[in-house]
């Protein structure tokens, strides 16, 4: 493991400067500094982990996933950022673990117009192990596919929804390809050509800044002092080899040529280590952003929650004074009824004793009327008898007259 690791360290200089010329910004810059220490490991990097993606910062602003990197202690995770591209229509080709030689190795990532091969991974958020679908240059302006991107629309418009389908979902979160039980889809002929340009390119720039570095070498070793010999002067030398001054020359030169290749080096790492710093800023900035709008979410919540607590105490309120009216306009009913209850059976009892009193008046009527004509019939038999009685005596007193007269 020690030997490995001494071995992996340090390993492909000149290609961390290939991919420092070709990814200048801090995401690419992250990829790179994992060429500059440790670029390989003998255990494959732990599955990716589940995370929210940021609201992003603004209009331009490019999504550069999160990866595994390492050192001399072992794999360490680098969260994801919202980075602005190099240039008007670039799109990010994240770096990628790949088992190669028995060991795991590093592949970083590039800037580039099209999206080249990168492991297969599902890094999500659009990097769903081919191209990208989070987005789209227009002109000079980049839409955001809302269905894989965390974006305010307030602050972005230049949006669309597109949903993204992911076949053969692997719930595992495979990080890196080969090996065992890593992702096993090759690039295909597409792939392979973007590569193949992006190497094209990083070799184009840096045969150019090595011709810009031999024209130096080459103006410095010809400032020479006057009545010195040049570098002409060797083809009339003897076998053509040079002197110990030649020799002493290309001596200092090539540990000029060691110097600035370890000056570029050593700034090279001081650039991936400030670029690093403001990565992290960002992540920094970026959590206390997201811890700030979940307070003002919660705090959002808390408000809602004590409003539903105010408004269902109303409701409630409402609910016990409608009851309450109800079981008074109740109980006024049940008043009202049995006062129109009792009215009416002192209706009736009124009544009753109307009829009563009438039936009284009339039976005293029947019983007055009776007496009078018992009265009127007593009467009346008195008469008849005095009537009889009177006319009994007065025929012998006519009698008796009409005999004396005889």
């Excluded at 030689?101 to 800037?111: D, F, I, L």
């Amino acid at each position: 493991m020690n030997t490995l690791k001494r071995l992996s360290a340090g390993v492909l200089i000149s290609g961390s400067l290939l991919a420092a010329l070709a990814a200048p910004l801090p995401a690419a810059a992250a990829d790179v500094s994992i060429s500059i220490g440790v670029n390989a490991w003998d255990a494959p990097p732990p599955p990716l982990p589940v995370y929210d993606q940021p609201m992003i910062p603004g209009p331009g602003y490019i999504w550069t996933p999160g990866y595994w990197a390492i050192n001399h202690g072992g794999y360490y995770w680098v969260p994801g950022a919202w980075i602005m591209p190099p240039f008007i229509g670039a799109l990010w080709t994240p770096g990628y673990w790949a088992f190669v030689g028995n060991v795991y190795r590093w592949h970083p990532g590039y800037w580039g117009r099209q999206v080249g091969y990168y492991g297969g991974i599902n890094y999500g958020f659009g990097y769903i192990g081919s191209g990208y679908h989070g987005g789209y240059w227009k002109s000079n302006r980049f839409y955001y596919n809302r269905e894989v991107n965390h974006i305010d629309v307030h602050r972005v418009t230049n949006v669309y929804n597109r949903k993204v389908v992911v076949n053969n979902v692997d719930n595992r979160r495979i990080s890196y390809h080969g090996g065992k039980d890593g992702i096993q889809r090759g690039p295909t002929d597409r792939e392979r050509q973007i590569d193949r340009e992006h190497r094209r390119t990083v070799e184009a720039r840096e045969r150019q800044n090595q011709r810009r570095d031999d024209d130096r070498d080459h103006s410095q070793r010809g400032d020479q002092r006057p009545g010195q010999p040049g570098r002409g002067d060797n083809d009339h030398r003897p076998n053509g080899q040079p002197d110990r001054r030649d020799f002493q020359q290309n001596q200092n030169a090539n540990r000029g040529d060691d110097g600035r290749h370890a000056q570029e080096q050593r700034q090279q790492q001081d650039r991936q280590q400030r670029q690093d710093e403001q990565r992290q800023q960002q992540a920094r900035q970026q959590q206390q952003r997201e811890q700030r709008e979940q307070q003002d979410r919660q705090q959002r919540q808390e408000e809602q929650r004590q409003q539903q607590d105010r408004q269902q105490r109303q409701n409630e309120q409402r609910q016990q004074q409608a009851r309450q009216q109800q079981q008074e306009q109740r109980q006024q009913q049940a008043r009202q009824q049995q006062q129109a209850q009792r009215q009416e059976q002192a209706r009736r009892q009124q009544q009753e004793q109307r009829q009563q009193q009438a039936r009284q008046q009339q039976q005293a009527q029947r019983q007055e009327q009776a007496r009078q004509q018992q009265q009127a019939q007593r009467q009346h038999q008195s008469r008849q008898q005095q009537e009889r009685r009177g006319g009994g005596g007065g025929g012998g007193d006519h009698g008796g007259g009409r005999g004396n007269r005889d």
